[in-house]
Every structure is written in structure tokens, then in C-alpha cells.
Nanobody, 122 residues
């Protein structure tokens, strides 16, 4: 099983990025997907999650109204659209797959991908 987040980079405050999470080696449509981030010196933080079909999404209050999550089960992929980025959004972003839960709990995730670094300059 492999999950790989990509699409990170350097962006100015107010800008946008779209992160992708590519999955392989699992039946992707059976897993909820969670997105998390970890800033330097900080604990991992929940960003958002999406259910199996994509009809249910959960967004952390810290990014609500700016970030959205989607998925394309035909492509075994999930996406994190990040708009109106702020310097405090700077972090390594991870996607993870959750077989039995909602994708919101880091401890319950079955598989984690390598992260992608997002840096927001002021």
C-alpha cells in the first residue's frame, strides 16, 4: 500500500495550492481519507477528512472556508484545495487512509503517506 501526497511548494500569502493524494495497493473506495499537517515544532493537526463516496466532508475550524477536500475514486486520489493561504498554514501536509472510521482521527488511520511541504510567505 502506498499513499503519496504531492503538490506542495512555496506560495505567497493569499495564494492557492492544490494538494493531491495518490493511493495504490488498496481498494481506495473503501477508505475514508484524512488530511493532516505538522508545522515545525508543533504537533500533528487534523485538517480535514472525506468519506467513502465523497459526500461527507469534515473541515477543521482553523481552515474552514478556505480549504476543501474532494476525492476521485476512479483515479484513487484525494485532493486538498487550499485557498487564501496564510503563513500559519506552513507545514508538512499528509494524507492518510482509514478503513473503519471517518478519517478524522490520526490514531485510527491505517495507512499514511509521505508528506508534502507547503510554505506560505508573508
Amino acid at each position: 500500500v502506498q499513499l503519496q501526497a504531492s503538490g506542495g511548494g512555496l506560495v505567497q500569502a493569499g495564494g492557492s495550492l492544490r494538494l493531491s493524494c495518490a493511493a495504490s495497493g488498496l481498494t481506495f473506495s473503501r477508505y475514508a481519507v484524512g488530511w493532516f499537517r505538522q508545522a515545525p515544532g508543533e504537533e500533528r493537526e487534523f485538517v480535514g477528512a472525506i468519506g467513502l463516496s465523497g459526500s461527507s466532508t469534515y473541515i477543521a475550524d482553523s481552515v474552514k472556508g478556505r480549504f476543501t477536500i474532494s476525492r476521485d475514486n476512479a483515479k484513487n486520489a484525494s485532493y486538498l484545495q487550499m485557498n487564501m493561504l496564510k503563513p500559519e498554514d506552513t507545514a508538512v501536509y499528509y494524507c492518510a487512509a482509514d478503513l473503519v472510521g471517518t478519517g478524522k482521527g490520526a490514531d485510527g488511520m491505517d495507512y499514511w503517506g509521505k508528506g508534502t511541504l507547503v510554505t506560505v510567505s508573508s
